[in-house]
Structures are given as structure tokens and as C-alpha cells.
């Protein structure tokens, strides 16, 4: 039986990463992952599949509506070859998956194929395809299966025309009407693929908003750019029964006033989040707890009630982010080693992929008002910027809110060109504990869409912005 100090059950951001801090640290270290390609839900069918459509589309959309405007003409049609950008995408999610095989490689990581289940706190028996079992002895384990789409009590997924992000990454046509149930990042993101493509895609969303867990300004600025895009959106719609017949799909939902809606579409995806996913896992063998959210319980050092076994990422409380797994994939490491290493969980960055992209971090106005904290806001167009206008990307926003007593920053939402790299500046700040004048006084190459950032910063102490 092999045996080894580390054994990280799950090979997405937060489980491969933990497995390569854990092998610089000098650890003999395990991965267990169940499919044959590494990477989990982010890198095989999120994140990086659905960015490359997202890529992909926006520049079949600029050749249909925005290169004439720029001195370019196409003699001819514009043609749209689906399954060739269908390809292109699983080429880069193949590309990418195997950098995780180098990796792992690279640092002489011991990777098992199977599904790994717990015999008890120190041995793990993994299944493989072909149901042979390998038991492995493990020190420690961290517990990174991550999650997999959540859906409606009353709904069943088909995966031909009710289905989740996962099949909308590869069909084999682009939908008439896509009726999409969820306002949030992922549908959204979907939804603007296929909208580019030349779908009729509707929203149905049961808050009063989009992307509801970010400020308010967000979801207002980018349902009416999304709008102008030509997305429809039904707000405060709970839907109450979804119907296939043949090709037809028939969604009923009842509006904020009780009364009965009626959505007709040739495909449905369901996107109402995520849950964590734990099956197979054995965790009671282990004295793993798994409270009724189906989150693997944990402490403050991301630790389960069997003091040698860890959980990360979806599987854990918080957001589910790919980055935020990968934090916690090095915290853990570190902690087996003896390090006492911090993660600020405020200063975890959220980001809708959209055009424009959408990036927040650290408190939203509506936190603030609820919590009875007195802030100042700072806020800047980014259609006021010269390297917007240069581009044409004239839409969005910058917000800086920083405390009205210490000026320190509280919260930075954006949404623009590039949002999700200039999130990365108020990350920094707040990191430092920046106030908004420190910010301001940071100089900004011209003519870059950063210098929003430092107007809202300006805008945000004694309202001195320069350029409205």
C-alpha cells in the first residue's frame, strides 16, 4: 500500500493547486480524480469553455455590427461556422487540462483515476472505472470536490433541451429562444453567447434584479446595457413548471402579482446556482460531518471535525469561486506544514465575464447601509474616459466607497471593459488597507480605462474628479 502525507481528493483550481503548494513544501503528495481529464468543473465545462465562447462570439458580433464603424469591409456575408467555434473551445479546454498533467508531473505528484472514498481517517479506497480499487494510507487529506448545478425541485433535467451550463457549453445548434431560469453570472454569460449568435434569449429571474449578491448599480447598468443588446428579462417571475414536447419547451411562471406567465422556447437552461458535491465520498467512515446544506463542515483553519482531513473550495461554505478554491488550496497546504497563513475572505473578487465585464470587491452600498457604517461614494463613467471612446466601449461605471470618518476603501464595483483586470487595482489597495485619496494620488497611464478607477477614487474624496 503506498502511503503519503498528503492525499487531495478532487483535481479542480483548488485541489491541484493545494497539491502542488503541499509538493513544494516538501510533502509526498496524492491526487484522486474520478474523470481523465484534471481541472474540474472550471477548466472541463465552466470557466475557461465558457470564456472561450464568450471570445469567440464577441468577435463574430464585432464583424457583424462594429467593423464597419472602424474603416473595415466585408465583401460579402459574414458566416458563422458553429461547430468550428464549438471545437476551438474544446481545444483550448484540452490545452488546458493537460498543463494540470504537467504540473502534476512537474512536481512529482502521484495522480490516481477513480473515485476516492474514505475507509477511515488515514486510508482512502479509490474505484476506478473498470471497479478494480487501489487503497492508498494518507497523513493528511483535503477534500476538494467541488459542486455541480443546482436545480428545481419540480424540474427534470433532461440534457437535450432542459439543461444546465454544462450542456449549453456543447450543442450541436444554436437555440430559436433560450429561456434561461437565473439572473446570475453564469446565465447571463450563457445567455450573451448565444444572444450574440443570433438566439432570441429571455431572463426569468425570481429577485427583483440581476446578479443580486452584487451592488445594486451593477445590476441596474448592466441590465440596460444587456437590454440595448437585446436580452429580455422578466424580474420577481417564480417559475412553477417547465414542460418539453418535442422540440417545444413551455415555461409557467407567476409574475410578482400572482399572475400566470407563459414562456414558449425551443431550449431551457437552468441556471439556479450550485451545490456541493460530496456523493461517494464516504465521509461518515471518516468522521467528516456534512451539515444539511450538503457543505462539508469546517473551522477557521478550513479544518473537518477528523483533525488530519481538510475541505476546500465549492464543497465548503462561501462563494464558489475558482480563485477562492485556490486560495484555500494553498492556505491548507500551508497549514499542514506548520505555516500560519491568512486568508481576508472580503477581498475575494467577483466577476461576471459579460461584455461589459462586471468585477466587485469588498462591501456593496447596501451592506453598508444595513450594517449602519457611514461611507462616502465616489462614481465615474467610463464614457468619460478617451480610451473608451478610442475603443468604443462607452459603457459602464466605476463606484469607490470609502469610510466617511477614515477615507479607508470599503468596496470597489465596476463595470466596463476589462472590469475583471481592474478589479485586481482595488484588491491591491484594500489589501493595504488604501484609502480612497491614496488611490487618487497613484498615477495612471493615459489614455487606459484605469483611470476610471482614479477618478472614482477622486470622485470619492470632496467629489474632485477631473473629467465630469
Known amino acids: 500500500m503506498d502511503s503519503f502525507d498528503v492525499a487531495v481528493i478532487g483535481s479542480g483550481p483548488g485541489g491541484y493547486v493545494a497539491a502542488i503548494r503541499c509538493a513544494q513544501l516538501g510533502l509526498k503528495t496524492a491526487i484522486i480524480e474520478k474523470y481523465s481529464t484534471k481541472g474540474g468543473t472550471c477548466l472541463n465545462v465552466g470557466c475557461i469553455p ?21 474603416g473595415i469591409e466585408i465583401k460579402g456575408d459574414v458566416s458563422l461556422n458553429f461547430q468550428k467555434m464549438i471545437e476551438r473551445k474544446n481545444s483550448v479546454v484540452e490545452q488546458t487540462t493537460k498543463g494540470i498533467d504537467f504540473l502534476m508531473d512537474k512536481n512529482n505528484i502521484t495522480s490516481f483515476e477513480g473515485v476516492g472514498a474514505f475507509k477511515d481517517k488515514t486510508h482512502i479506497v479509490i474505484t476506478h472505472k473498470d471497479d478494480k480499487t487501489t487503497e492508498i494510507e494518507a497523513k493528511n487529506t483535503i477534500i476538494a470536490t467541488g459542486s455541480k448545478p443546482n436545480s428545481l425541485p419540480f424540474l427534470e433535467i433532461d440534457k437535450e433541451r432542459i439543461i444546465t451550463s454544462t450542456e449549453a457549453l456543447s450543442l450541436k445548434e444554436i437555440p430559436k429562444h433560450l429561456i434561461m431560469i437565473g439572473g446570475g453570472v453564469i446565465g447571463l454569460e450563457l445567455g450573451q453567447v448565444y444572444k450574440r449568435l443570433g438566439a432570441e434569449v429571455t431572463v426569468i429571474e425570481y429577485m427583483d434584479r440581476i446578479i443580486p449578491t452584487m451592488d445594486k448599480a451593477l445590476s441596474k447598468e448592466l441590465m440596460k446595457v444587456m437590454k440595448k443588446q437585446k436580452v429580455k428579462f422578466k ?22 402579482k400572482g399572475n400566470e406567465v407563459v414562456f414558449e422556447g425551443d431550449y431551457c437552461l437552468v441556471s439556479v446556482g450550485r451545490k456541493p ?15 444539511d446544506k450538503g457543505q462539508v463542515e469546517v473551522n477557521e483553519k478550513l479544518q473537518t471535525a477528523a483533525e488530519n482531513i481538510y475541505a476546500i473550495g465549492d464543497v465548503v461554505h462561501g462563494a464558489m469561486l475558482a480563485h477562492k478554491a ?11 506544514a506548520g505555516q500560519k497563513p491568512h486568508i481576508d475572505y472580503n477581498l475575494i473578487p467577483n466577476v461576471v465575464y459579460t461584455w461589459p465585464e462586471v468585477a466587485s470587491v469588498g462591501r456593496t452600498e447596501e451592506q453598508l447601509k444595513e450594517d449602519g457604517v457611514e461611507y462616502k461614494v465616489g462614481q465615474f463613467p467610463m464614457r468619460a474616459l478617451g480610451r473608451s471612446r478610442a475603443s468604443g466601449d462607452v459603457d459602464g461605471l466605476v463606484k469607490i466607497l470609502s469610510h466617511k470618518e477614515t477615507d479607508e476603501v470599503l468596496g470597489a464595483h465596476m463595470i466596463g471593459a476589462r472590469a475583471a483586470d ?34 472614482a477614487a477622486l470622485a470619492a474624496t470632496e467629489d474632485r474628479a477631473l473629467h465630469i
Open 235 to 256: 424580474l420577481s417571475h417564480k417559475v412553477k413548471s417547465v414542460e418539453r414536447e418535442g422540440d417545444k419547451i413551455t415555461v409557467k411562471a407567476d409574475d410578482k
Open 50 to 70: 465558457s470564456k472561450a465562447l464568450l471570445d469567440s462570439s464577441h468577435h463574430y458580433e464585432d464583424a457583424l455590427k462594429h467593423f464597419e464603424e472602424h
Open 422 to 455: 481592474l478589479i485586481a487595482e482595488a484588491v491591491t489597495a484594500m489589501e493595504f488597507r488604501a484609502s480612497a485619496e491614496d488611490m487618487a494620488r497613484m498615477s495612471h497611464a493615459h489614455p487606459t480605462y484605469a483611470e476610471a478607477v482614479k477618478e
Open 277 to 291: 458535491y460530496t456523493t461517494g465520498l464516504n465521509a461518515e467512515n471518516a468522521g467528516v460531518k456534512i451539515n
Open 326 to 336: 485556490e486560495e484555500e488550496g494553498s492556505f491548507v497546504a500551508e497549514v499542514i
